[in-house]
């Protein structure tokens, strides 16, 4: 029908906007493992940057799903694509940037729900971040740049191992990389290859805010000894009163300190403030 055409003619002229960092996965086989690593409970899906709505498509079939979208053209071509899901409350289409979102609302949905996405690679990190800190947010399964995937699931001595990988380990269950994804599943395609990251909160934990800020003054120079980067923090005393009473070696450099011991400075570095 003429809808159709008017639809095809739409699609073609959204190239692609770099603001947006928008790469629109294309491949099939592809969405359809995305589909297959979602957990079965019965939790409501969140998905950010819906794009053209391949990935929803294949989502809405099983779950409900709310959508966040900043791109106005975008949104025009979503609503007339899902116009049966809008209206029959499957598929709930909300116009604002998600970091907007979570400023004003603090959830990005009133119940349980994982986040299932091919994440803007410009603004993936603090997305993933900020899901971290949302507490109805159970799993993450996001489609990031393979490198920023390695980073949320690098372990202690890793190369990769930074504040990142220290966030999620303490705030997960589970995390791993599920697949890659060559730049060609993608149009336009990117420079560099991408990962589906899957992370499984532990929803009795919380992330202290703080907690971010304190680990990235840790490894500020990775490469140096751990004290030293404490000394953008801390007075020299109060540096090796603490190396003392977690019975730290002067020695440590940042990638060499576990998760749940980065976790006992922080709250003894925070009491210490609070005093």
Same mark, same amino acid.
């Given at each position: 029908?003429?809808?159709?055409?008017?639809?095809?003619?739409?699609?073609?002229?959204?190239?692609?906007?770099?603001?947006?960092? &928008?790469?629109?996965?294309?491949?099939?086989?592809?969405?359809?493992?995305?589909? &297959?690593?979602?957990?079965?409970?019965?939790?409501?899906? =969140?998905?950010?940057? /819906?794009?053209?709505? +391949?990935?929803?498509?294949?989502?809405?079939?099983?779950?409900?799903?709310?959508?966040?979208?900043? +791109?106005?053209?975008?949104?025009?071509?979503?609503?007339?694509?899902?116009?049966?899901?809008?209206?029959?409350?499957?598929?709930?289409l909300k116009h604002i940037d998600v970091l907007r979102a979570w400023d004003e609302l603090k959830f990005l949905h009133d119940g349980k729900y994982d986040l299932i996405a091919n994440l803007p690679y410009y603004?993936?990190?603090?997305?993933?971040?900020?899901?971290?800190? %949302?507490? $109805?947010?159970?799993?993450?399964?996001?489609?990031? @740049?393979?490198? =920023?995937? @390695?980073?949320?699931?690098?372990?202690?001595?890793?190369?990769?191992?930074?504040?990142?990988?220290?966030?999620?380990?303490?705030?997960?269950?589970?995390?791993?990389?599920?697949?890659?994804? /060559?730049?060609?599943?993608? +149009?336009?395609? /990117?420079?560099?290859?991408?990962? =589906?990251?899957?992370?499984?909160k532990d929803l009795s934990k919380k992330i202290d805010k703080d907690l971010n800020k304190f680990l990235k003054a840790c490894f500020v120079q990775p490469r140096k000894k751990l004290s030293k980067n404490l000394?953008?923090? $801390?007075?020299?005393?109060?540096?090796?009163?603490?190396?003392?009473?977690?019975?730290?070696? %002067?020695?440590?450099? /940042?990638?060499?300190?576990?998760?749940?011991?980065?976790? &006992?400075?922080?709250?003894?570095?925070?009491?210490?403030? %609070?005093?």
């Open positions: 029908g003429a809808s159709d055409e008017v639809m095809k003619a739409m699609v073609e002229k959204i190239k692609a906007k770099k603001e947006f960092g &928008q790469n629109f996965l294309k491949d099939s086989s592809i969405l359809d493992k995305i589909i &297959q690593s979602m957990p079965h409970n019965n939790n409501h899906i =969140v998905e950010i940057g /819906p794009g053209l709505g +391949d990935l929803t498509k294949n989502l809405v079939k099983y779950k409900d799903v709310t959508a966040y979208e900043v +791109d106005t053209d975008l949104i025009g071509i979503l609503k007339s694509k899902f116009a049966n899901e809008i209206e029959s409350k499957k598929f709930t603004i993936a990190t603090n997305i993933i971040l900020r899901a971290f800190e %949302d507490e $109805l947010c159970e799993h993450i399964i996001v489609m990031v @740049q393979k490198e =920023v995937a @390695q980073k949320f699931t690098a372990k202690v001595n890793d190369k990769e191992y930074s504040s990142l990988g220290i966030m999620t380990e303490l705030i997960s269950k589970e995390s791993k990389i599920l697949f890659d994804v /060559p730049p060609t599943a993608f +149009d336009p395609m /990117p420079k560099v290859t991408s990962s =589906v990251l899957y992370i499984k000394g953008s923090l $801390l007075e020299k005393s109060k540096i090796l009163a603490l190396y003392e009473e977690l019975d730290l070696n %002067d020695n440590l450099r /940042p990638h060499e300190v576990s998760s749940s011991l980065y976790s &006992q400075m922080h709250t003894k570095v925070k009491n210490g403030r %609070d005093k």
